[in-house]
């Protein structure tokens, strides 16, 4: 019961900051131009400190052990989504024009930037590196079968190993891990493999890269609810294929994916740990991804439903993501 409090409170206060970048453009102190602008620093460069900073501090041999099936969950997590979708846009009647934006909404969480304060919250340390794992592989899989999804069929195919070797975050989070596994107990105070000049200047890069990188959730969430002001305010609302987006995002695709994960730990004769259970709800259980409506533009997607179901699905999540964690803490 307490976990669900602490999670209501952490989607409350995140949907608050969205208000207020949504009551900024509209009062144009975040123009388009300043959006997009505090967008890039954010994806470029507080993400990537963040991400940095983490791996180096959290990352162990011990930890990947028990870790290293955290990014393949991302990637079975979001394709069975998406078939949850393809099921769903056939049951709604969803019209062609419209459907390949629907599955994507379906299939795509927004996994890190409002699930990161939460699992934070709730696990410290632990529930921020499961997040920034799944991460891993939700971003390889975004730019693959995601763009996949959203694509025209004969479409001019995107280069999507350059987008990935040139994504910041994936950098980061393999260039954060494997200086913590080369390097055991570099930021651990005290630790006598360097002299105090280097270690000085450690911590000080450490301490920097924090503070960049605690700009991350306060800056992302601003820019969202600007994007989600100058989205749904000329977008149409479809109720039909509205009600099946957030049908899929919030309900089925979360109830599915964890029923899958935990009847596999089952069989494998694994117990997953409180952290690894709750954290995994409130990823999947998140409402669509903000980078939907980018997939979405680029690729002449539906863009009212993308909006109105971006939009819709992040109010409704206020409820069904609290009440998910209050059933799976039963399954503990």
Known sequence: MLQSKIVFLKITLMFLVMVAGWWASRRRYLTPALTKALSVLVVQLAFPS??????????????????????VFALGSIILAAWVGKGLAGLFRVAPTSRRTFVLLVAMPNWVFLPLPIAGGLYGAEGIRFVLLYNLGAQIILWTYGVHLIQE?????????????????????????????CWPGLTAPGDGLIG??????????????KMIGD???????????????????????????????????????????????VGVAHLLGVRLTEVELITSVVIVSMPAAITCSML??????????SASGIFLSTLLSLLTVPVAVWCCHWLL
């Open 296 to 305: 979405v533009e680029n690729y002449n997607g539906d863009r009212g439903l």
């Open 50 to 71: 963040l991400v940095f900073a983490q791996m180096l501090e959290t990352v162990s041999l011990s930890a990947l052990k028990r870790g290293w099936w955290i990014p």
């Open 153 to 181: 069929k004969g479409g001019e195919k995107v280069a999507v190993w350059r987008m990935l070797l040139g994504n910041v975050g994936i950098m980061a989070t393999i260039g954060g891990a494997a200086l913590a596994l």
């Open 196 to 209: 105090a000049g280097w270690r000085l200047m450690v911590n000080g890069g450490l301490g920097a890269l």
């Open 215 to 261: 700009l991350t959730i306060p800056l992302s969430l601003l820019v969202a609810g600007a994007q989600l002001g100058e989205l749904v305010g000329s977008s149409q609302f479809q109720w039909r294929p509205l009600i099946g987006v957030n049908l899929g995002r919030l309900v089925v695709a979360p109830l599915l994916t964890i029923s899958v994960l």
